[in-house]
T-cell receptor, first 114, second 114 residues
Framework: GAVVSQHPSWVICKSGTSVKIECRSLDFQATTMFWYRQFPKQSLMLMATSNEGSKATYEQGVEKDKFLINHASLTLSTLTVTSAHPEDSSFYIC??????????FGPGTRLTVT | DAKTTQPPSMDCAEGRAANLPCNHSTISGNEYVYWYRQIHSQGPQYIIHGLKNNETNEMASLIITEDRKSSTLILPHATLRDTAVYYCIVRVWRGSSNTGKLIFGQGTTLQVKP
């Protein structure tokens, strides 16, 4: 079946530093990937749509300069959290569309900013 | 995309069928019903989708009412591993490309008990 991976699975960083999270579709190509964040005991919140070869589309209220998205190839999208602060600590999840109706999600990346 | 309403939580005995309801009274004719689930600290998993006919796959069955204003996801023989948050999502299918974003509500927390 379709597999989406994320790296790293967890990361701890200091306040003010930047962190890059990778999302890869392992056995299929995805022109569009999606990035979500999830706080404890809450639902997933869509942050942005990552489009291969073009700029990402951000949801209302998401700072595009803080959450940099690059979709360099049909199998890789990256999310960079710039100048991270403790309030950015969250579970970040990506997904990619496969076949006509199905979307597959990565296992998530837990970010802790100290 | 139409909004969905789900009960916040449900219990089910192991080995019994779990019936998870979803209301989507404002659904329009070109919107599909999708079900995903999220096991704790993992990325969501696709379960099933449908337009107006009942659907069945190896994981579950989806029953959609004739007026399409509600649906029920059925796990025929729930196991402890089915304990998860189940999300019902309504989304327009945008032709042959799977670029439509998924907006998650609060979902139903299903607790399967021994």
């Amino acid at each position: 079946g379709a597999v989406v991976s994320q790296h790293p699975s967890w990361v701890i960083c200091k306040s003010g530093t930047s962190v890059k999270i990778e999302c890869r579709s392992l056995d299929f190509q995805a022109t569009t990937m999606f990035w979500y964040r999830q706080f404890p005991k809450q639902s997933l919140m869509l942050m942005a749509t990552s489009n291969e070869g073009s700029k990402a589309t951000y949801e209302q209220g998401v700072e595009k300069d803080k959450f940099l998205i690059n979709h360099a190839s049909l199998t890789l999208s990256t999310l960079t959290v710039t100048s991270a602060h403790p309030e950015d600590s969250s579970f970040y999840i990506c997904s990619a569309g496969h076949l006509v109706h199905e979307q597959y999600f990565g296992p998530g990346t837990r970010l802790t900013v100290t | 995309d139409a909004k969905t309403t789900q009960p916040p939580s449900m219990d089910c005995a192991e080995g019994r069928a779990a019936n998870l309801p979803c209301n989507h009274s404002t659904i329009s004719g070109n919107e599909y019903v999708y079900w995903y689930r999220q096991i704790h600290s993992q990325g969501p998993q696709y379960i099933i989708h449908g337009l107006k006919n009942n659907e069945t796959n190896e994981m579950a069955s989806l029953i959609i009412t004739e007026d399409r204003k509600s649906s029920t996801l059925i796990l025929p023989h729930a196991t402890l591993r089915d304990t998860a948050v189940y999300y019902c999502i309504v989304r327009v299918w945008r032709g042959s490309s799977n670029t439509g974003k998924l907006i998650f509500g609060q979902g139903t927390t299903l607790q399967v008990k021994p």
